[in-house]
């Protein structure tokens, strides 16, 4: 995937035959991969995998959870897609970009195979099999109990997080948003839909019960009312 | 007299043809009533059921998109770092 790749409490080429099985499917950079071919078709009716499918409609729910912040099309043309079963219907001049949760299902589908505790992380984006300590951006760390941990930005690839409202490339406060979830899907989609809100985006992880912690332009963090209850150090008892 | 019984007896049995013919009518559209619904093919004979994903599933992915994870402080050195890729 272009990313590093950290394996512990499982076995890395069984995690890398995971990785490998959704590379092969949505990569945007092998011209034989599915969702290429998906994307030259000029049909408007397309039959694809199961694996495609299950991405596409945990896309499009995503599109909707986050109003259209996280959108497949990155256009804001979503609702255009329509999918019954393993049929794909969108206007044909429509592409579509999975990247958005692909990575985040990857690396959730390749947790599933730990059988011990540990985690996977792939680009730093994890799931956790058991309580993982995590080092942050910015000078931190934490412990991630259960689920995933995901941080969005433009730290490392510049403005590649685009604003589906605009087009253009998001011209968010934050550098680097880390955020954690049930799933490392969930933590990655927080993460990258808390960014695009900008100063809004603190509260409305808040609102659904998200830890996020938020790294502005010029390095200050920003820990959302979540995020510092967790992380709390409770006293000991004497 | 024998006129009007031979009438009234016609009339009757006019009256008995038509119960009989009408009752044939009647069992005659139940059963190809019953045999339509049960084998005709644009009669579903289950409840149908909607082509996309099992409820299920779609109640978890929601879920899990919706829900936040679990986090504490941490209490060793990391292993392992979150960052942007």
Redesign the interface.
């Given at each position: 995937m272009g990313?590093?790749v950290?394996v512990?409490g499982g076995d890395p080429d069984v995690v890398a035959d995971v990785l490998e099985r959704w590379e092969s499917v949505f990569s945007l950079f092998r011209p034989e991969s599915e969702l290429c071919r998906v994307n030259r078709a000029e049909a408007q009716v397309a039959a694809v995998s199961p694996l495609f499918?299950?991405a596409l409609?945990?896309a499009l729910?995503?599109a909707a959870?986050t109003a259209g912040l996280v959108d497949p099309t990155l256009c804001g043309r979503w609702r255009e897609i329509a999918?019954?079963?393993r049929?794909l219907s969108r206007p044909p001049s429509l592409a579509l970009d999975l990247n958005g949760v692909v990575?985040a299902l990857a690396v959730d589908d390749a947790a599933g195979t730990l059988d011990a505790p540990g985690?996977v992380?792939?680009?730093?984006?994890?799931a956790v099999h058991g309580?993982?300590?995590?080092?942050?951006?910015a000078d931190g760390?934490?412990?991630?109990?259960?689920?995933?941990?995901?941080?969005?930005?433009?730290?490392?690839?510049g403005e590649h997080l685009v604003d589906a409202a605009t087009g253009q490339p998001s011209e968010s406060p934050w550098e680097?948003v880390?955020?954690?979830?049930?799933?490392c899907?969930?933590?990655d989609?927080?993460a990258k839909a808390s960014f695009l809100l900008g100063t809004r985006g603190p509260e409305w992880?808040d609102e659904?019960?998200?830890?996020g912690r938020f790294v502005a332009r010029d390095g200050m963090v920003v820990e959302n009312d979540?995020?510092a209850r967790?992380?709390?150090?409770v006293p000991a008892c004497t | 007299m024998a006129t009007d019984s031979r009438i009234e007896r016609a009339r009757q049995r006019a009256r008995t043809a038509k119960t009989a013919i009408g009752a044939l009518a009647l069992l005659v559209f139940g059963v190809a009533f019953v045999g339509a619904k049960a084998h005709a093919p644009g009669h579903a004979k289950g409840k149908a059921k909607p082509?996309?994903?099992p409820r299920s599933f779609?109640r978890a992915?929601?879920?899990?998109?919706?829900?936040?994870?679990?986090?504490?402080?941490?209490?060793?050195?990391?292993?392992?770092?979150?960052?942007?890729?």
């Open positions: 990313c590093d950290a512990a499918a299950r409609g945990v729910d995503v959870e999918l019954a079963g049929l990575k985690f992380s792939v680009g730093g984006d994890l309580p993982v300590d995590v080092a942050l951006p760390t934490v412990r991630v109990v259960s689920g995933g941990l995901a941080t969005s930005g433009t730290a490392s690839r680097q880390t955020a954690s979830g049930a799933s899907l969930a933590a989609v927080a992880l659904r019960g998200i830890a979540t995020w967790s992380t709390r150090e | 082509l996309g994903a779609e992915v929601h879920r899990s998109v919706v829900q936040g994870g679990q986090i504490a402080p941490a209490v060793q050195p990391p292993p392992v770092a979150s960052s942007t890729s």
